[in-house]
């Protein structure tokens, strides 16, 4: 209990210093997936083309992100969360909507990179986020949290900072996640034992995909 108050301080003192907070930064609830900052080169394929990204920009269906080498970019979902994209990253939104019991439901995947993914208060209108999260060797299932993670050719680096997640790997068994503070590694089939992480080892990965103090 010691340990988790002590990592609760620490984040929430980060927060501040690099993002200042989740609800200072969202730009209104939004009706669509919107672009809320970008900073450096950050561009969509969209419709067979690349177009520049821009704060305040809509995304579609089947949209792909993709961040250079000194870019990252914020986006905000109308269930009240965001992802945050790190340097060289590329993040397709599947798809994502409102069903006729007020679930919000988005798939999402990340190619490579590095990425937060942040849940806060579900928006008045809906009843339930739906939210799955897919990677090269694992599916994460979002129940309401906040974790941080970098995707390699063959493993996925995950670290949860709040909440609870389900965790898949490719090939096989689901998992109820909720080692706050500790990170695993997902290969195609298995999950590493989770290793716990110092708030000096948390930081400079959570600042890889901040833009304030950049």
Known sequence: MKYL???????????????????????????TPTVSQVLGSVKVFRKKRFERVYRGMKLQTGDEI????????????PDNSRVKLGNRSRF????????EAG?????????????????DLLTTGY???????STRTAVIGVRGT????????????????????TLTPQYGETIIYNEVG?????????????ETLTTHQIAPL??????QDY
Do not use: C
């Open 5 to 31: 108050m002590t990592l609760g301080l620490s984040f929430m003192l980060l927060s501040l210093l690099t993002a200042q907070t989740y609800a200072d930064d969202i730009n209104g609830i939004v009706q």
């Open 66 to 77: 993709r961040t250079g080498r000194r870019g990252r970019v914020y986006i905000d979902f």
């Open 92 to 99: 397709l939104v599947r798809n994502w909507g409102k069903d």
């Open 103 to 119: 679930v919000f439901t988005s798939t999402l995947h990340l190619f490579q990179g590095v990425f937060r993914y942040t849940a």
């Open 127 to 133: 009843s339930k986020r739906n939210t799955t999260i």
């Open 146 to 165: 906040d974790f941080w993670g970098r995707i390699d050719k063959n493993k996925t680096f995950f670290l949860l900072l709040e909440g609870e997640v």
């Open 182 to 194: 500790k990170a695993v590694s997902i290969n195609h089939s298995n999950i590493s034992e989770p």
């Open 206 to 211: 959570a600042a890889e995909t901040e833009i």
